[in-house]
T-cell receptor, first 114, second 112 residues
Framework: DGGITQSPKYLFRKEGQNVTLSCEQN?????MYWYRQDPGQGLRLIYY???????QKGDIAEGYSVSREKKESFPLTVTSAQKNPTAFYLC?????????????FGAGTRLSVL | QKEVEQDPGPLSVPEGAIVSLNCTYS??????FMWYRQYSRKGPELLMY??SSGNKEDGRFTAQVDKSSKYISLFIRDSQPSDSATYLC????????????WGLGTSLAVNP
C-alpha cells in the first residue's frame, strides 16, 4: 500500500527543545517537501529536496532543519530558534516522471508548545 | 500582489447546489493547475489536474483553465455534505524545480 507516512500525529514541544517530525514515503518519488499550515495562511514551504543528499530552503526555513540521507526519508527538525512552532506540518512527495508537479501528502503532524 | 489569489470564504450552500470555486494568478509561466481537497485535520488530496488550458471532467467535478484570463475554476455539481472541506488550488511550471504555488484555500460547507 503506497503512500506517505508522517509520525507522530500529535507532538508537544517544551521551551528550548528541538523536536523531529518523521516523513517516510514508499512511492519511489525523487522529490520531497515540508510545509507549514496555519489557519488562514495556506501552505507555506519550509524545505524541499529533489534528490538524496541535497535540499533547498523554502519560504520560511528559519528555525527549521532537514536531512535527506535516504530517498524514502525526509525528517524535519523544529529547533528552539523557531519561536512560534505551533502549526500543522505536512510532508509531500512528487515524481520526476508523469503527472508533472503533482504532490502527494501525508496525514500531517500537529505540533503544539507546552 | 500574491502570485495566486483565492477567496478563503467561507462558502455555505444547500445540498444539491452547484458550487463554483475560483483562483486567479499573475504568472503566465504556469503550465499545470491542480485542485486539492483537504478535510479538517487531514492532508490535502489531489482532486483534479490539468495541463495547459481547457476543461476536465471527473464525475461531479469539472476543472476549467482559462490561460488568457489567468483564471481557473472548479465546479461541483449536485453537492453533498461529504464535499464539505477546504479546496486549495495549486499551480506550477517545469522550470520551477517542481515547486507549487498555492492559493490560501476556500472553506466550503454543504448543508443537508
Amino acid at each position: 500500500d503506497g503512500g506517505i507516512t508522517q509520525s507522530p500525529k500529535y507532538l508537544f514541544r517544551k521551551e528550548g527543545q528541538n523536536v523531529t517530525l518523521s516523513c517516510e514515503q514508499n512511492l519511489n518519488h525523487d522529490a520531497m517537501y515540508w510545509y507549514r499550515q496555519d489557519p488562514g495562511q495556506g501552505l507555506r514551504l519550509i524545505y524541499y529536496s529533489q534528490i538524496v543528499n541535497d535540499f533547498q530552503k523554502g519560504d520560511i526555513a528559519e528555525g527549521y532543519s532537514v536531512s535527506r540521507e535516504k530517498k524514502e526519508s525526509f525528517p524535519l527538525t523544529v529547533t528552539s530558534a523557531q519561536k512560534n512552532p505551533t502549526a500543522f506540518y505536512l510532508c509531500a512527495s512528487s515524481s520526476a516522471s508523469g503527472g508533472a508537479g503533482i504532490q502527494y501528502f501525508g496525514a500531517g503532524t500537529r505540533l503544539s508548545v507546552l | 500582489q500574491k502570485e495566486v489569489e483565492q477567496d478563503p470564504g467561507p462558502l455555505s450552500v444547500p445540498e444539491g447546489a452547484i458550487v463554483s470555486l475560483n483562483c486567479t494568478y499573475s504568472n503566465s509561466a504556469f503550465q499545470y493547475f491542480m485542485w486539492y481537497r483537504q478535510y479538517s485535520r487531514k492532508g490535502p488530496e489531489l482532486l483534479m489536474y490539468t495541463y495547459s488550458s481547457g476543461n476536465k471532467e471527473d464525475g461531479r467535478f469539472t476543472a476549467q483553465v482559462d490561460k488568457s484570463s489567468k483564471y481557473i475554476s472548479l465546479f461541483i455539481r449536485d453537492s453533498q455534505p461529504s464535499d464539505s472541506a477546504t479546496y486549495l488550488c495549486a499551480m506550477g511550471w517545469t522550470g520551477n524545480n517542481r515547486k507549487l504555488i498555492w492559493g490560501l484555500g476556500t472553506s466550503l460547507a454543504v448543508n443537508p
